[in-house]
C-alpha cells in the first residue's frame, strides 16, 4: 500500500491536527508538531457512521411541534418564529458496546419502623450494555450523548460525509472515554442489584468492542421576539435531543403561585398544627416540625427561582426540561407523592393524615 492510501486519522492529542493513519500501521507521526502516537489493535479503532434519514423539511417540523407542544413554552413561538439557520452536522462519538457480567454482595433493607432489617443477597446481573459519549466539544450543541447509537451503522465514508454536511474531527483521549463507560456499567449494575449496602463487587467485559461513531444532527437556529434560540434535532430518526425556547409569562406565575402555596402548607400549617398538639414528651414531633418547615421554605426558593429566571425553556434528550434552570417545577409541584429531606423517605399522604408518626398520640 502506498503512501498515499491512508485513512482518515483521529486528531493529535497536542495540537488537534489530523493524523493520517496508513493501514497496518501502528505507530503514526502527527506531521504538524512531530508527536508519536500509538494505534490500539491491527486496525485501529473501528469508524462507522449512521446514515441521515431525516430531510430539512422533517428537521423543522419537529422545530414546530418542539416549539408548540409544551406549556411551558411562550405561546405564538411556533407561528411568530423566523428561521435564521439550518444546516446538518455530524459529530464524533465514542462508543462501547460489552456482554457485563457482575456479582454484587451486600444487603438490602427489608420491613419498617421497628421491624426494619437488612437481609444479606447475593445479586448477579449479565446484560448487554452500551456506552457513548461526545468525542469533541459540544458546548454549542448540548449533546453529550445519544439515546440509541445501536441502529444499524456504515462504514466511515469521509467524502460522503463531506459532501453533506460539517464534519467534527474527534478531539481528547479515548482511554478517558473507556474509563467513562467503566463507570457507567458500573453504575448501571449497581441500579440494577438495588442493594441498599454494597460490601464487595466484581465486574467482567466480555465481547468489549469500541468504535468512534459519527451521528448526524440538525442544527436549527430561530429568532423569536428579537431574541435567537437553538434546537438540535437528531439526523436519524427526527427526534428534538436538545433545544431552548422562549418561556411561558403565564406558566412561570402559576409555578411561583403553586410553588408557594405547597411551601406554606408543607412548612407553615403542617408545623403548626404538630406543635399545637406538643406534649412534654414530644420532642420527636417538634423535630419532624422543624423539617417540614425546612422543607416547605426550600419549596418556596424553587418556585421564586423558576418565576425569577423563567424567561427561556431548555430540554435535553434524557427527558429531563429544564425550565429557568430547574426541572419541570411545576409539574413536581402539583404531583409531590414523597419528601426527602435529611436523609429521610416522608410520604407526603402519611404527614397529612398524620400516620405512623412518633410522639403522636392522635387517632
Request: aromatic letters at 12%; glycine letters at 10%.
Amino acid at each position: 500500500m502506498t503512501e498515499k492510501e491512508s485513512l482518515h486519522g483521529l486528531a493529535c492529542p497536542r495540537c488537534g491536527g489530523v493524523v493520517p493513519i496508513p493501514e497496518g500501521q501502528v505507530i503514526v507521526r502527527c506531521p504538524y508538531c512531530d508527536l508519536r502516537s500509538f494505534v490500539s489493535g491491527e486496525r485501529g479503532l473501528l469508524r462507522y457512521q449512521v446514515a441521515q434519514r431525516v430531510q430539512r423539511e422533517d428537521a423543522l417540523e419537529a422545530l414546530r411541534k418542539f416549539l408548540s407542544g409544551n406549556q411551558a413554552i411562550a405561546r405564538g413561538a411556533a407561528r411568530n418564529s423566523t428561521i435564521t439557520e439550518a444546516f446538518l452536522v455530524f459529530l464524533p462519538f465514542w462508543t462501547v458496546w460489552a456482554r457485563v457480567a457482575a456479582w454484587v454482595f451486600g444487603e438490602k433493607r427489608v420491613g419498617s419502623g421497628d421491624k426494619q432489617r437488612y437481609e444479606p443477597r447475593e445479586v448477579r446481573v449479565v446484560q448487554e450494555m452500551t456506552w457513548n459519549g461526545a468525542a469533541c466539544d459540544v458546548g454549542e450543541f448540548g449533546v453529550n450523548q445519544i439515546p440509541q447509537i445501536d441502529q444499524s451503522l456504515e462504514p466511515f465514508n469521509s467524502d460522503t460525509l463531506h459532501n453533506s454536511g460539517l464534519v467534527f474531527e474527534p478531539v481528547g483521549s479515548f482511554s478517558d472515554a473507556s474509563a467513562a463507560a467503566d463507570s457507567q456499567f458500573n453504575g448501571q449494575v449497581q441500579r440494577k442489584a438495588g442493594l441498599d449496602r454494597v460490601s464487595q463487587f466484581f465486574l467482567r467485559t466480555l465481547r468489549r468492542r469500541s468504535a468512534l461513531v459519527y451521528y448526524p444532527l440538525w442544527v436549527l437556529r430561530y429568532n423569536f421576539r428579537e431574541r435567537a434560540y437553538q434546537v438540535v434535532v437528531d439526523g436519524s430518526t427526527g427526534k428534538v435531543l436538545y433545544g431552548k425556547a422562549p418561556g411561558n409569562t403565564l406558566y412561570r406565575a402559576a409555578v411561583l403561585v403553586l410553588g408557594m402555596a405547597a411551601g406554606a402548607f408543607i412548612g407553615i400549617d403542617i408545623p403548626a398544627f404538630l406543635l399545637s398538639q406538643l406534649s412534654d414528651d414530644g420532642s420527636g414531633i417538634f423535630g419532624f416540625a422543624m423539617l417540614m418547615l425546612a422543607a416547605g421554605i426550600g419549596l418556596m426558593i424553587v418556585a421564586y427561582r423558576a418565576f425569577r429566571r423563567g424567561e427561556y425553556y431548555e430540554y435535553r434528550m434524557s427527558g429531563r426540561r429544564k425550565f429557568a434552570g430547574l426541572d419541570n417545577p411545576l409539574q413536581e409541584i402539583i404531583q409531590i407523592k414523597d419528601v426527602e429531606f435529611a436523609g429521610l423517605d416522608i410520604p407526603l399522604k402519611e404527614i397529612i393524615q398524620m400516620k405512623d408518626i412518633k410522639g403522636w398520640k392522635g387517632d
